[in-house]
């Protein structure tokens, strides 16, 4: 159950990610940027449409719903927040992004809001790069294309993602 969760978190934060690298998000951009086959893409983004995350054109454009946006932000803070978090104690930044990906899955909201709130106030920190880049990525989620306005990020659970 939660594999499944973690795998729609993943492919709506990509599908975020992706939108502001490039004009559209096709199923193939995904597939690229993940290493995944097409048609396993295709089956995951069927699984989207159906729980109404993602929308897709005629022509094969994918966009988050109002919805799927605010997972893929909550997703994406995390995973930056916590990346910062384990490289500041020394993990290594491929050990840590790959760490951090694991562990945005399962956090509750008060545990993630907690850790965001203590690494904040560690001395410095809202002078130091980490920061400085951690506004850029809320700067980043404010100006994905089709976002609602919204005050703050989503610190809430996704509802259940798994195939009914």
Do not use: W
């Not at 699984?47 to 022509?59: G, H, P, Y």
């Not at 997972?71 to 990346?83: D, G, K, N, P, T």
């Not at 050990?95 to 965001?116: M, N, S, Y």
């Amino acid at each position: 159950m939660m594999h499944s969760n973690e795998s729609a978190e993943n492919y709506l934060e990509t599908i975020l990610i992706l939108s502001q690298k490039l004009p559209v998000v096709r199923s193939v951009d995904i597939a690229n940027e993940l290493g995944y086959k097409k048609s396993s893409i295709s089956i995951a983004m069927k699984n989207l449409r159906e729980k109404n995350l993602i929308t897709v054109t005629s022509a094969g454009f994918i966009y988050l719903t109002e919805e799927g946006q605010q997972i893929a932000e909550m997703i994406y803070e995390r995973h930056q927040l916590l990346s910062e978090c384990l490289m500041k104690l020394g993990v290594n930044p491929q050990t840590a992004a790959a760490d951090a990906c694991r562990i945005e899955h399962v956090l509750i909201p008060e545990t993630f809001e907690k850790i965001k709130e203590h690494y904040l106030k560690q001395p410095g920190i809202k002078d130091s790069a980490e920061y400085q880049k951690l506004q850029t990525i809320q700067n980043f989620v404010q100006t994905v294309p089709g976002r609602q306005d919204r005050d703050t990020l989503p610190g809430g659970r996704a509802k259940d993602l798994t195939p009914t």
